[in-house]
């Protein structure tokens, strides 16, 4: 089985879950999916925001900077990224979300 197809999976069961109302158990699937598949690394984004919802922070900030290693400039990732940040205390640094 190749990455899309695993990753095409993974969704399909985090879609499930999230629609019986167990979020969290979905986030995991969705942020696997993401890392087996690039172009599926928005996925990590939906993730975050449930991570967000369940007062995650620290796991929603990993999720988010994902979304923004794949994608610099995602407006969404980069708003989350910096609440996530303000709920763990963190200061943001000029602007700049993304790590390289």
């Given amino acids: 089985m190749?990455?899309?197809q695993?990753?095409?999976e993974l969704i399909?069961?985090?879609?499930?879950?999230?629609?019986?109302?167990?979020?969290?158990?979905a986030?995991?699937?969705?942020?696997e999916a993401?890392?087996?598949f690039a172009p599926y690394?928005?996925?990590?984004?939906?993730a975050a925001d449930i991570?967000?919802?369940?007062?995650?922070?620290?796991?929603?900030?990993?999720?988010?900077?994902?979304v923004l290693d794949e994608h610099p400039d995602h407006d969404q990732a980069q708003a989350g990224l910096k609440a996530a940040n303000k709920k763990l205390g963190k200061k943001e640094k000029s602007g700049l979300f993304r790590r390289k």
Avoid: C, W
């Fill in 2 to 4: 190749d990455n899309q």
């Fill in 27 to 31: 986030a995991p699937l969705y942020q």
């Fill in 51 to 66: 991570l967000m919802e369940f007062d995650q922070y620290s796991e929603a900030a990993s999720a988010y900077q994902g």
């Fill in 34 to 36: 993401a890392g087996l």
């Fill in 41 to 46: 690394a928005s996925f990590n984004l939906v």
């Fill in 6 to 8: 695993r990753a095409t």
């Fill in 12 to 25: 399909e069961k985090a879609n499930a879950r999230h629609a019986e109302g167990r979020g969290i158990a």
